[in-house]
């Protein structure tokens, strides 16, 4: 009995704090807060959704050399589901993940507001001035702590195949709001 109180304790406080992490939708229809590709499945987002990922076409080149860069990379993703850029650039990233066969578990996607705050502060020391930031993290074998490798900010300079892979290649790259 014991144990059967004990699971039942423990299911419940797992879905407490998987309810925690789910995004709000506003009566103006934003999401805030933290998202999955299957939010933006739903109506309405699926409109722009679908349309801007089916129509991306991505380079093949870049694409292949992406692979090997996105080994052992996490990213925590900042967009509004009220603007124009997010809208046009989030469904392009995903495309790209599929392509390299990212590991969605290694992505945190996070809805702002119009201020690119979330209820829960999630933006906090992040320094989101611009969305889409699409900020990429690899583990510092020194301290074991996820370090910034760098960001994508709002579009790209080159492409964003080309621009990641920069940024995941420590190449010498600066986003569009870098001076």
């Not at 419940?12 to 999955?36: F, M, P, R, T």
């Not at 392009?92 to 392509?99: G, M, R, V």
Request: proline share 3%; net charge positive; hydrophobic share 35%.
């Amino acid at each position: 009995m014991k144990k059967f109180i004990f699971i039942s304790f423990l299911l419940v406080a797992v879905s407490c704090i998987e309810a925690q992490n789910k995004a709000v939708k506003y009566a103006n229809g934003d999401l805030l807060g933290v998202v999955h590709r299957s939010d933006f499945k739903q109506a309405p987002y699926n409109n722009w959704f679908n349309r801007n990922y089916d129509s991306y076409q991505l380079d093949a080149v870049t694409v292949s050399q992406l692979k090997k860069a996105f080994k052992n990379i996490k990213v925590k993703a900042f967009m509004g589901t009220w603007c124009g850029d997010s809208k046009r650039e989030t469904p392009h990233f995903y495309k790209l993940l599929d392509a390299v066969n990212f590991d969605e578990k290694n992505l945190e996607m996070i809805t702002v507001n119009r201020s690119k705050m979330t209820p829960k502060n999630l933006q906090l020391g992040l320094n989101i001035i611009r969305v889409p930031t699409f900020i990429f993290y690899k583990k510092d074998p020194k301290t074991n702590k996820d370090m910034e490798v760098g960001r994508y900010v709002e579009y790209a300079r080159e492409s964003m195949e080309k621009d990641i892979l920069k940024i995941l290649n420590r190449q010498n790259y600066k986003h569009s709001y870098d001076n």
